[in-house]
């Protein structure tokens, strides 16, 4: 098994790449002129993912055992690129969260989450922050009726738990709101990206 560095052109031969490897979204078709940008890929966290995604990693030892861990999102590229390279569907391609957990000094993938980040609201603003119990998404929905989240999220009994959501709208309607859920069993990988719509249409309606 070859892991390609992200100095080095990717093969096109699936043989050459790992299985678990985080490629190009097939929903996604990519301009020539922009293929450049992401040829290769890149072995970081435990993991293989394509240079179609830039990282963006955050340390935290989310276990307590003083070992620091790493908790990073991939973004597309062109959400950085100074080019005109934004593919016409690029509304359905969303960043991912990984979590990386540090073994004998070496990164293996713990948790992968594709769809948390992001939501359907064209014009957002969008930060991950740590704290003490896990970390916090943060989420600033712009536009002519403002709407601001903060989702805590917390590690517990090998897993990651959405334990609250704070909202606060600044619109049409103006209110603020916490939605806790510590009596109850919410996994974040049954949270969806476009659960903090729904909280606003409901509040809104």
Partial sequence: MVFISCNKIGSKN???????????????????????QIQGYKDRYGITFSNYYQDEP???????????????????????SKDDCFPKNSE?????????????????????YKNVLKCNTPVYYEEIKINKSGFIIFKDLTGN???????????????????SINVESWGWKQYKKTIKFKNKTFELSKYNRTYV?????????
């Fill in 92 to 112: 359905f391609d969303f960043p991912i969260l990984l979590i990386s957990k540090t073994i004998n000094k070496k990164s293996k993938i713990f948790k992968i």
């Fill in 14 to 36: 699936g043989e050459d790449i790992p299985k678990d490897t985080i490629k190009i979204p097939t929903t996604i078709s990519v301009e020539k002129n922009c293929l450049e």
């Fill in 58 to 80: 955050l340390s935290l030892d989310f276990d307590d055992n003083k070992t620091i861990d790493t908790i990073a999102v991939l973004k597309p590229y062109y959400e950085n």
């Fill in 145 to 163: 009726s403002g709407f601001y989240t903060k989702t805590y999220v917390s590690f517990k009994a090998n897993d990651f738990y959405v334990d």
């Fill in 197 to 205: 719509d729904s909280i606003r249409n409901n509040s809104d309606n």
